[in-house]
């Protein structure tokens, strides 16, 4: 081999690892991209679309943190990110990551479309030796390239944000997520995570929008420093505007004869004119991307000021666009889509014209929600102190939520029928890594309250969750509390299940000591669980003195907070493996709920002393002990009335002779509190 050959074939070794002559992506996708049969209408090179190019050179440039991306269907986004991910691994050789909204997303996203996309994209074949071959570096979950590495993984559990160290993220279909990935925060968030320490950092997000007030990708582009749509001129006045669908009432957008398709132009917001589609794409080249401040976006990708000035790019930009702007949808086909989507809503069926909505007009569905106003709420609170017991209440239960920094807590009392007043609301500063923070707790678990007879009442069952970064502390903390009604829970947030269902044992690893079987986990059904309660939130406000059954009593002293956290989530419609099913999610990402969730511990404590059982006779009892008719502010304190219940002799009669002798409560009795382990069954 001659001094010429080996120079070629070091030459061509290096070549991989040369710096490449900068360009934008949609510079580098006009080159290199390609568009597969399998995911494809047409094989065949690519060519962007007019709109399709300033939000590619947004994706490329160094400047922009993140990408956000609200978009009808049939607009081309996945084919963009596809396009992203092999200019980012080709050309600028940075680590990636995507998420899809489930593990099976990610593995068909995989096969369909990273896949074929670097089987035929020839520049990739010189980053991607792997490809066609049995490696660890081409699986399901990872492609290793020459210089970077991009990650595939499904969005619903938090460990799969976890480990990961990259320069550009993607969110795919974000609507499509759990707004709050397993109590340990939103997939934004998460995912952000990882990123962090980049040179350049890099977060796009795109989706189809989904339900109004609860859109992931709605609330990013409200937060966007500028949000862009794409104006056309019109091909009769020349004025720029955004192309929209319009309505009966207004007079732009898209308007047919009769029920005819065929006949739909769109009208100017500016001249009124209608202009067809053939009309439109005579102008659509000529279209730009205009903010909602006049900052807009030339054809080399650069921000301008509205006087035209080169202007620093924003930290972060929104972009929408919906089908009518793409050449492959014909207008009359969205036309006709609209009136078989109208037909079914006039019979009731709305569901089709809520996929039009979300997956043709690129908008958020706003649909009628069971929820609860925290004003209205407020308005009804009643001039009772905190920490102490109105007359009414008979019993007093806790929930408690474990925050990486505090713990949250609510004390409900209980009166008959589940009659319910807050009795206290507590927001401990902690650190339940911290023994000295659990002894806190278990002080505070031991107050006593006043109770308006004179009588003294302490918390009589509590509920703590387990969920979160504190699980094996909540269990210790839990085991060793022997004599108190203390429960460790876990919610299940799927219709049916019931507020008290099973418990299992767990193991329990506390300083490195494994403890087998060492508590019970109960179950609780957080979805039957609200729906109770928001039905108890309906309930017309009874006559002065009067006691009803279910009612919510309010305190005047509790905070606004509170308020806000119990009503921070709305019943709506989301579709399973099952079909659609009803679900409580929280009104915006981010909320906090924890009052919420605290009160739903707190019921299922009540469902532990088997309260919801109860019989007129049982309630009579139980006043008799807690509120007698000789009351005396210096008696003797009463720590807990279900305790005292319990001491009354088997043969004390009972107030009502047709309640059958097993209602009556003896001291033996363990399964008067609805524990069949004992009641101290956790």
């Given at each position: 081999m001659d001094l010429s050959e080996i120079q070629k074939a070091i030459?061509?070794?290096?070549?991989?690892?040369?710096?490449?002559?900068?360009?934008?992506?949609?510079?580098?996708?006009?080159?290199?991209?390609?568009?597969?049969?399998?995911?494809?209408?047409?094989?065949?090179?690519?060519?962007?679309?007019?709109?399709?190019?300033?939000?590619?050179?947004?994706?490329?440039?160094?400047?922009?943190?993140?990408?956000?991306?609200?978009?009808?269907?049939?607009?081309?986004?996945?084919?963009m990110i596809l396009a992203a991910m092999g200019y980012f691994a080709h050309h600028k050789?940075?680590?990636?990551?995507?998420?899809?909204?489930?593990?099976?997303?990610?593995?068909?996203?995989?096969?369909?479309?990273?896949?074929?996309?670097?089987?035929?994209?020839?520049?990739?074949?010189?980053?991607?030796?792997?490809?066609?071959?049995?490696?660890?570096?081409?699986?399901?979950?990872?492609?290793?390239?020459?210089?970077?590495?991009?990650?595939?993984?499904?969005?619903?559990?938090?460990?799969?944000?976890?480990?990961?160290?990259?320069?550009?993220?993607?969110?795919?279909?974000?609507?499509?997520?759990d707004s709050d990935v397993e109590k340990e925060g939103s997939p934004v968030v998460l995912s952000r995570k990882r990123i962090e320490g980049a040179t350049f950092p890099k977060q796009i997000l795109g989706s189809t929008p989904k339900l109004k007030g609860f859109s992931l990708i709605e609330g990013r582009s409200e937060q966007a420093e500028q949000r862009f749509s794409f104006r056309v001129p019109c091909p009769h006045c020349g004025g720029e505007h955004v192309v929209r669908w319009g309505g009966k009432d207004k007079p732009f957008g898209f308007k047919w004869q009769g029920d005819d398709p065929g006949t739909v132009l769109h009208y100017c917001p500016l001249c009124g004119e209608g202009y067809s589609q053939a009309d439109y794409l005579t102008?659509?080249?000529?279209?730009?991307?205009v903010s909602e401040t006049g900052m807009w976006i030339d054809l080399d990708g650069r921000f301008r000021s509205p006087e035209g000035e080169v202007v620093r790019a924003p930290r972060s930009v929104s972009f929408w666009v919906w089908t009518a702007y793409s050449?492959?949808?014909?207008?009359?086909?969205?036309?006709?889509?609209?009136?078989?989507?109208?037909?079914?809503?006039?019979?009731?069926?709305?569901?089709?014209?809520?996929?039009?909505?979300?997956?043709?007009?690129?908008?958020?569905?706003?649909?009628?929600?069971?929820?609860?106003?925290?004003?209205?709420?407020?308005?009804?609170?009643?001039?009772?102190?905190?920490?102490?017991?109105?007359?009414?209440?008979?019993?007093?239960?806790?929930?408690?939520?474990?925050?990486?920094?505090?713990?949250?807590?609510?004390?409900?009392?209980?009166?008959?029928?589940?009659?319910?007043?807050?009795?206290?609301?507590?927001?401990?500063?902690?650190?339940?890594?911290?023994?000295?923070s659990w002894d806190q707790l278990d002080a505070y678990l031991k107050t006593t309250y006043p109770h308006a007879s004179g009588q003294v009442l302490g918390i009589e069952a509590a509920a703590i969750d387990t969920g979160g970064h504190f699980t094996?502390?909540?269990?210790?903390?839990?085991?060793?509390?022997?004599?108190?009604?203390?429960?460790?829970?876990?919610?299940?947030?799927?219709?049916?299940?019931?507020?008290?269902?099973?418990?299992?044992?767990?193991d329990i690893n506390y300083k490195g000591v494994m403890v087998k079987r060492g508590v019970r986990l109960w179950h609780v059904g957080t979805d039957t669980a609200k729906d109770l309660l928001f039905g108890r939130l309906k309930l017309s406000t009874p006559e002065p003195g009067q006691s009803m059954p279910g009612f919510?009593?309010?305190?005047?002293?509790?905070?606004?907070a509170f308020y806000?956290?119990?009503?921070?989530?709305?019943?709506?419609?989301?579709?399973?493996?099952?079909?659609?099913?009803?679900?409580?999610?929280?009104?915006?990402?981010?909320?906090?709920?924890?009052?919420?969730?605290?009160?739903?511990?707190?019921?299922?404590?009540a469902y532990c002393l088997d309260l919801h059982r109860y019989t007129k006779p049982m309630w009579d009892r139980l006043r008799e002990r807690v509120a007698p008719r000789q009351g005396d502010l210096l008696s003797d304190p009463l720590p807990g009335a279900i305790e005292q219940l319990l001491a009354v002799p088997a043969e004390a009669p009972a107030t009502d002779s047709s309640v059958p002798e097993a209602s009556v409560p003896t001291a033996h009795d363990d399964n008067w509190l609805g524990d069949t382990d004992g009641w101290l069954g956790r």
């Open positions: 030459t061509k070794g290096l070549s991989a690892l040369a710096a490449p002559t900068p360009m934008s992506l949609s510079s580098w996708a006009a080159e290199h991209f390609y568009l597969s049969a399998e995911s494809s209408y047409v094989e065949q090179k690519w060519q962007a679309f007019p709109y399709q190019v300033a939000i590619l050179d947004a994706m490329s440039n160094d400047d922009i943190e993140e990408v956000v991306f609200i978009k009808s269907a049939r607009v081309g986004y996945t084919k050789r940075r680590n990636q990551a995507v998420w899809q909204p489930t593990d099976e997303d990610a593995d068909d996203f995989v096969k369909t479309e990273v896949d074929t996309m670097l089987r035929d994209v020839a520049a990739m074949a010189t980053v991607f030796p792997a490809f066609m071959q049995r490696s660890k570096d081409n699986t399901m979950r990872k492609k290793g390239f020459l210089g970077s590495t991009l990650h595939i993984r499904g969005g619903k559990a938090a460990k799969n944000y976890r480990r990961l160290s990259v320069d550009v993220i993607y969110l795919d279909e974000l609507d499509g997520f102008v659509w080249r000529r279209g730009r991307w050449e492959m949808t014909p207008w009359s086909q969205i036309v006709r889509e609209f009136l078989s989507a109208q037909a079914k809503a006039k019979k009731g069926d709305t569901s089709e014209l809520k996929t039009f909505v979300n997956t043709t007009l690129g908008e958020t569905w706003e649909e009628d929600v069971e929820k609860a106003d925290h004003e209205q709420l407020k308005a009804r609170a009643e001039p009772y102190a905190l920490r102490t017991l109105p007359m009414g209440v008979l019993a007093v239960t806790a929930g408690i939520d474990v925050q990486d920094d505090r713990f949250e807590i609510v004390v409900w009392g209980w009166g008959e029928g589940e009659e319910s007043w807050p009795v206290d609301y507590q927001v401990l500063a902690a650190n339940p890594a911290s023994e000295a094996h502390q909540v269990y210790n903390f839990v085991r060793t509390r022997g004599g108190q009604r203390l429960y460790a829970v876990r919610g299940e947030p799927a219709a049916g299940k019931p507020i008290k269902g099973r418990a299992t044992k767990q919510v009593h309010f305190s005047d002293q509790l905070p606004v806000e956290q119990l009503t921070a989530e709305v019943r709506v419609i989301q579709r399973t493996p099952r079909g659609e099913e009803h679900r409580w999610v929280k009104r915006k990402s981010g909320a906090r709920n924890e009052v919420l969730d605290c009160t739903v511990y707190a019921m299922f404590a």
